[in-house]
């Protein structure tokens, strides 16, 4: 999910401890909700519910470090996906134990937040953690597989690159994406996130300059949540990247939305077209293909939607549709019938509102109470 330790200064380190285990090989079950991915574990023989975020550190929620009564580390300034910060405290870990590896004094960030509540979450497997493992995320068998030897695994060095970690802050996983046979973009792989590329309007200008895509539409507004809350509102921009090459692998007519604020990052929407492993290890990213021809050819709707309190609102509106919606006006019904009252939770873990149909009729109110109907069209 994007998070940044800023201090410096203070020489926080969360590469520390680790597992004794050696020539390990474990099949751990995950649950996928919307684009992430959930894991069953153990902390000192108490049994939890995480996260699996390869683009943050190791979390625990307070709640469960003060039970485990967790031994203080420091303070650090920590930066989320959307660019915001605030200081969090760092603790050690006791024992994690996933499957029947145990990794002992792990250092992990204090988190809570709304997302996590609604996830039922009590901390997060980041990659400080799994700095020395090999891992790979089997979307079929819905499996992750720890293990610390690679030919265990069958990996095709045809579909793989070069594997780079973060050792100055939490092992994050970053490998060169080769966008349109142009330019080389370093992202991180993020299992936190659940869309396929994400870059700031900032790297898009720097990447403007080697015609790697075009833009095909100019929005305002704000719909990405990291563990700060909502992004500020903003400008966006809808880019598509005639190719995307991941690991020898092509991606066709990949549509990208900016965040502001945000690194490179590439998200689980990957999952959906193959296997991802992580040699941590030994530096490598591998990507096994479901297809040799993948095409993301994809129409788009005009306005992206969040939700404020109970409400469905407005929060990207894109294009000429900024004359009749403006971010967080309240979307009170779809063709005609009324949207039921709809809080984040159910927000993050319902399936999309608009499935299946090309064009729909919003019933729309605005700051004012004014109320019109407006109809908007996948272009």
């Not at 995320?137 to 069958?154: C, Q, S």
């Not at 809350?229 to 903003?234: A, P, R, S, V, Y």
């Not at 092509?250 to 929407?269: D, M, Y």
């Not at 293909?289 to 939607?305: A, C, G, Y």
Request: glycine content about 8%.
């Amino acid at each position: 999910m994007g998070i940044y330790s800023n201090s410096c200064s203070q020489r926080i380190n969360y590469n520390e401890g680790g597992t004794e285990s050696k020539d390990y090989y474990q099949e751990i079950p995950y649950e996928m909700i919307a684009g992430r991915i959930f894991v069953q574990a153990s902390i000192n023989h108490r049994k939890a519910r995480f996260l699996f975020d390869t683009g943050a550190p190791t979390q625990l929620s307070p709640a469960l470090a003060k039970e485990l009564n967790s031994s203080f580390i420091s303070g650090t300034v920590v930066s989320d996906a959307n660019g915001n910060q605030d200081s969090l405290k760092l603790v050690r870990a006791g024992n994690i134990t996933l499957g029947n590896i145990t990794f002992s004094n792990i250092p992990a960030l204090l988190v809570t937040n709304e997302l996590y509540n609604c996830w039922k979450i009590e901390g997060v497997i980041g990659s400080n953690l799994l700095r020395n493992a090999i891992v790979k995320i089997d979307p079929v068998k819905k499996i992750l597989i720890l293990t610390d030897n690679e030919k265990r695994l069958g990996l095709n060095k045809s579909y793989s690159t070069k594997l780079n970690l973060l050792r100055t802050g939490q092992s994050s996983p970053i490998l060169k994406v080769d966008l349109n046979n142009r330019v080389n973009l370093e992202a991180e792989f993020d299992s936190g996130d659940n869309g396929f590329l994400m870059l700031s309007p900032k790297h898009m200008k720097q990447l403007d300059k080697f015609s790697a895509f075009t833009v095909v539409g100019k929005g305002f507004g704000a719909v990405h949540r990291s563990i700060y809350g909502l992004q500020k509102m903003d400008s966006t921009y809808r880019l598509v990247f005639p190719t995307v090459t991941v690991a020898g692998v092509t991606f066709k007519h990949a549509a990208v939305e900016t965040i502001a604020n945000t690194t490179p990052r590439l998200g689980t929407t990957l999952l959906q077209y193959g296997a991802v492993t992580l040699d941590y290890k030994h530096g490598k990213f591998y990507f096994d293909p479901n297809s040799s021809n993948i095409d993301l050819t994809e129409k788009q709707w005009p306005v992206d939607f969040t939700t404020q309190g109970e409400k469905l609102i407005a929060g990207v509106v894109w294009g000429n549709l900024q004359n009749q919606i403006t971010p967080g006006d309240h979307i009170t019904a779809i063709n005609d019938v009324p949207f039921p009252k709809t809080n984040l939770c159910q927000w993050l873990n319902g399936k999309p509102i608009l499935e299946n149909v090309e064009q729909v009729t919003l019933t729309i109110k605005n700051t004012k109470g004014e109320i019109r109907k407006v109809q908007i069209t996948k272009q």
